[in-house]
């Protein structure tokens, strides 16, 4: 089966850092994806990763263990406009799939001052 | 943006009645879809293409159908809409560069079905 799970909501403070966690079970896999989405708009690409390990980019990181199927999302220095939805989507290949995108719920974080 | 609009951006329509939703893009990308959101579900595929007249079923097909005649328009059609279509839907197109595939989305239309 294929499954992506990551925490509905979470709530940090301004200035701090903040996790997400995506756990992920699909029948093939071909990378991992992060994206922003603020009410009302569309997702925006933050960031993508294939192999193990931490790839970073500003204030952002995201990390990727295979052997687990754990990604998690990094923000740090968080600032009011981070309020955002978090999709975590995994590249499933498989036969056929043409390589098609599976988006979890995504987290819902909300930045407090 | 990699140039992908959306039309109509917002349309309230009755029960049973036929609705088409376009995506534009300007940049020649041979992959196009359709998602549609929802709460509690995240994003669906509804269906994509591949290439002009080259199409396939998504996860939530059922009720739908799409139309690509050039490379630049990608069409979604509820047949007859019902109440369970009131939604979101984003188009995306694949963009394919620096050893990675990217999935870049439209910016969305909302469709209310009364």
């Known amino acids: 089966g294929q499954n992506i799970d990551q925490p509905t909501e979470m709530t940090a403070t301004e200035g701090a850092i903040v996790q997400i966690n995506c756990t992920y079970q699909t029948s093939g896999f071909n990378g991992l994806f992060w994206y922003q989405q603020h009410a009302g708009e569309a997702p925006t690409f933050l960031s993508y990763n294939v192999l193990d390990g931490l790839e970073e980019k500003g204030r952002f990181s995201s990390f990727l263990s295979r052997s687990k199927g754990y990604s998690y999302l990094l923000l740090k220095e968080l600032q009011m406009k981070d309020s955002a939805s978090y999709l975590c989507a995994v590249r499933d290949y498989y036969g056929g799939s043409q390589g098609n995108l599976i988006f979890g719920k995504g987290t819902k974080l909300s930045v407090k001052p | 943006d990699a140039g992908i609009t959306q039309s109509p951006r917002h349309k309230v329509t009755e029960t049973g009645t036929p609705v088409t939703l376009r995506c534009h893009q300007t940049?020649?990308?041979?992959?196009m879809y359709w998602y549609r959101q929802d709460p509690g579900h995240g994003l669906r595929l509804i269906h994509y293409?591949?290439?002009?007249?080259?199409?396939d079923k998504g996860e939530v097909s059922d009720g739908y159908s799409v139309s690509r005649s050039k490379t630049e328009d990608f069409l979604l059609t509820l047949e007859s809409a019902t109440s369970s279509q009131t939604s979101v839907y984003f188009c995306?197109?694949?963009?394919?560069?620096?050893?990675?595939?990217?999935?870049?989305f439209g910016p969305g239309t909302r469709l209310l079905v009364l």
């Open positions: 293409s591949y290439g002009v007249k080259d199409t």
């Open positions: 995306a197109i694949k963009e394919t560069g620096r050893g990675q595939e990217t999935q870049y």
């Open positions: 940049e020649n990308h041979r992959y």
